[in-house]
């Protein structure tokens, strides 16, 4: 799948080509804070987790996946987005609710960058999908998040514990339908 290029950003699928990107991007410990409570994650983890749970949801021709960005002037790298099917890991999967997720460089927040892309994104990849929603979650502190679902169009659904076996999380669940 191709992501148009935003009016400042590009984009491309990330693979496990990318493991030094993932790295990178997961090395500030603010990136951290609302994901794992400001844990970095090494080298082998991106190796052993990450990319293997990339791998189990990759489909390109759907979009599924992880879009790195970039700052089209600058080649910048800006962070990625996320798109799989909600509850991917569970064992009912959502196929026609998309979740939508976001992760930056810290210098590059405050731009409206994040904003920027997923609307990008979920426009190439809402042509490619048939589906009812799309949902993002964050933590409920993670008040930039909750406003850039909110700015998304998606509206509040609950506040719940997301099960996920990397671990489970308090988590509030927002969502619109398209």
Known sequence: MIVKNSERLKFKMITEQDVGFL???DQDPE???FINGGKTTTLEEVNSI???RLKSYFNREKGWGLFKINVQATNEPVGWILIRPMGF????PEYRNLEIGWRLFRNTWGKGY????????LEAVLQKNKVDFVSALAMEQNEASIRMMKKLGMEFVKK?????????EECVYYRRQV
């Open 160 to 168: 719940y514990t997301h099960e996920d076996p990397l671990g489970d």
């Open 50 to 52: 990450f990319i293997p």
């Open 89 to 92: 890991f569970s064992e009912t």
């Open 114 to 121: 994040a904003t920027e892309a997923a609307a990008a994104v």
């Open 23 to 25: 790295f990178d991007l």
């Open 31 to 33: 990136v951290m804070r």
